[in-house]
């Protein structure tokens, strides 16, 4: 069983849409993150969770805002989708520092919005 | 701004080959450099990863060179295989901040010719 899922696996939505993505973890950790993977600019942070009630904006947050429902959830939504949030995004969870720094990414949403 | 800056974007290898990406940095507050590896389909997994107290790290074919002056550091791949075809990124992050986050370079995509 994987531990990182993310759902849904792809999604196809329209320009003004409300879309959420979820992430759950089995592994236990604490700190979950998202990110988007474009073409030529690598893998950004969006969102960056330590717990329950600790959520913090990454480098790229406007335009999204995230949800943590419990220490294994932890969803991203789209208020009002446009063409350029069109991307491949990346749950990631951690268990720094506790443990190491590793972070483990599930296998991602595939995006389009039209 | 792009922190992390990677080269190439595409690399084309031949069977048994040495693959070589380089990425550099700016900030020296930097302490933490992994490598993580793409497979078609599938989110990142970290590879490898130096902290900059060592100049270089091996793991079976995969090294890595740091250059703490020159604020570089590189991924080798020997005796590169198909198998290794993927992307790769590199990446940094400050430990000392005890955020874990990961600041990406824009990604390598390695083809591995048989």
């Known amino acids: 069983d994987a531990d990182v899922t993310q759902t849904p696996r792809n999604r196809i939505t329209k320009t003004g849409k409300r879309i959420m993505l979820e992430c759950s973890q089995t592994?236990?950790?604490?700190?979950m993150y998202w990110y988007r993977q474009d073409p030529g600019l690598g893998l950004r942070l969006i969102y960056y969770?330590?717990?329950?009630?600790?959520?913090n904006k990454g480098e790229i947050s406007d335009g999204y805002s995230v949800s943590r429902q419990a220490q294994a959830k932890f969803s991203l939504s789209l208020e009002s989708a446009i063409p350029n949030q069109t991307a491949l995004y990346f749950c990631?969870?951690?268990?720094?520092?506790?443990?190491?720094?590793?972070?483990?990414f599930g296998p991602g949403t595939r995006l389009t919005v039209l | 701004q792009q922190q992390v800056k990677q080269s190439p974007q595409s690399l084309i290898v031949q069977k048994g080959g040495i693959s070589i990406i380089n990425c550099a940095y700016e900030n020296t507050a930097f302490d933490y450099f992994p490598w993580y590896q793409q497979f078609p389909g599938k989110g990142p997994a970290l590879l490898i990863a130096i902290r900059p107290d060592v100049s270089e790290k091996k793991e079976g074919r995969f090294t890595i060179s740091f250059n703490k002056s020159a604020k570089q550091f590189s991924l080798h791949i020997m005796d590169s295989q198909p198998g290794d075809s993927a992307t790769y990124f590199c990446?940094?992050?400050?430990?000392?901040?005890?955020?874990?986050?990961?600041?990406f370079g824009q990604g390598t995509t390695l083809q591995v010719k048989p």
């Open positions: 990631a969870t951690s268990d720094f520092p506790r443990g190491a720094d590793t972070q483990y």
């Open positions: 969770s330590f717990d329950v009630k600790d959520i």
């Open positions: 990446a940094a992050s400050i430990g000392s901040s005890n955020t874990g986050k990961l600041i």
């Open positions: 592994k236990g950790h604490d700190r």
